[in-house]
């Protein structure tokens, strides 16, 4: 097949479709997305970009842009209930891939330059059409939308989320587990508040958390794994603005495969897990760029359900070996934990691997 002549339908306008849109668009094959929701997304949802993300978005140029709105993270903060215990520098990590820190963003500020990139590539995006059903044959993907439209392309790519319509019509199997108890989150105008360029973390009784990250001078993201974020976090500011509160549970989830005949899955239709770490909107570009290369031929195409399942795998194990221990309600296990922070944070060789940890799960 010549690849400049290849085609794909993305069902899904969000980071993870929108990044697939952008690689493959600009390799010159020809992209549509189609999304069920009337225009781009206003909410912020996942706010984290983490150096991986950042190479992968720099040749398209979305890097540069997204640069020019950052909130640089450039360290972790951490209390003890009210007490400050440690700070962990993440500029001390390897320039694995050019950058050493995270940005905080809101999403849809990332998915709007992710749009504004796709389309200026050429690539075409069909809001209020809805995913209906799939057919395929070994040579080509039909999808039919509820409005009667027809999308046929030589791939598709499922980046529908959760609840993936696609991964539903191709029936693929999704293993899935819900973990007890509610998160809570808020996104907030406030003054008073010092750490702007550090996610801070509060470790409370019983295994309770609260952080706040930073959106912008006076923008911040607060959540708990309590039902009122707000009410948990032990440290002071002025509070100006609720912008938005919300509350959540967390899944456990992975596709048993992520590709059938000539559909692929990536991002949340995929996999789900902990937003601890800031992992999430992350492995969902991972997939993306992925799944873009192979379909550009720069890397075997029916490698790609297998490669990524394990190293999704991976990412998702640790994050949830990660949100394990900081929610641990043993005390025990929680003094371990301060002391064993407190020796890394003294420690540059520790330092150094716990920062590398953290910002490229290594």
């Given at each position: ?7 794909v339908?993305?069902?899904?306008a ?9 690689e ?95 389309i ?9 059409t ?27 790519i ?6 993936s ?5 191709v ?30 973390i509060?470790l ?11 959106l ?124 064993a ?22």
């Amino acid at each position: 097949m010549n690849k400049k002549n290849t085609t794909v339908v993305i069902v899904g306008a969000w980071p993870t479709g929108l990044t697939a849109g952008v690689e493959l668009a600009r390799r010159g094959i020809q992209t549509k997305i189609i999304d069920q929701l009337d225009g781009g997304s206003k909410l912020s949802r996942a706010i984290g970009i983490n150096p991986r993300s950042l190479d992968i978005l720099k040749p398209s140029g979305v890097t540069e842009k997204l640069l020019e709105k950052w909130i640089k993270y450039d360290s972790l903060t951490l209390y003890n209930g009210d007490k400050s215990w440690v700070k962990l520098p993440f500029t001390i990590a390897n320039m694995k891939y050019g950058f050493n820190i995270m940005l905080g963003l809101p999403q849809n500020d990332t998915e709007a330059i992710l749009r504004e990139t796709f389309i200026r590539l050429g690539g075409v995006i069909h809001f209020d059409t809805e995913l209906s059903e799939i057919s395929q044959t070994e040579d080509w993907v039909i999808a039919k939308a509820t409005n009667g439209e027809e999308f046929h392309s030589d791939y598709l790519i499922g980046a529908d989320g959760v609840s993936s319509k696609v991964r539903s019509c191709v029936g693929i199997e999704l293993d899935s587990v819900k973990l007890p108890g509610v998160w809570s989150i808020a996104d907030v105008e406030v003054e008073g508040w010092s750490h702007i360029t550090s996610t801070t973390i509060c470790l409370l009784k019983k295994g309770k958390i609260a952080g706040i990250l930073p959106l912008g001078a006076t923008r911040f993201r607060v959540v708990s794994n309590t039902k009122e974020t707000l009410s948990a976090l032990p440290l002071k500011f002025k509070l100006l603005k609720i912008h938005r509160e919300w509350q959540f549970k967390i899944s456990l989830s992975q596709a048993k495969e992520y590709s059938k005949g000539r559909v692929f899955l990536a991002g949340d239709s995929a996999h789900t897990h902990s937003p601890v770490g800031g992992r999430w909107m992350n492995l969902g570009i991972a997939n993306a760029d992925d799944l873009a290369r192979r379909i550009a031929g720069e890397a075997p195409l029916s490698e790609y359900s297998q490669k990524r399942y394990e190293e999704d795998t991976h990412i998702i194990k640790g994050t949830e070996d990660m949100r394990k221990l900081l929610t641990s309600s043993s005390p025990t296990q929680r003094l371990l934990m301060l002391s064993a922070l407190k020796i890394i944070s003294v420690v540059p060789f520790f330092k150094r691997k716990w920062a590398n940890k953290f910002l490229y799960a290594e």
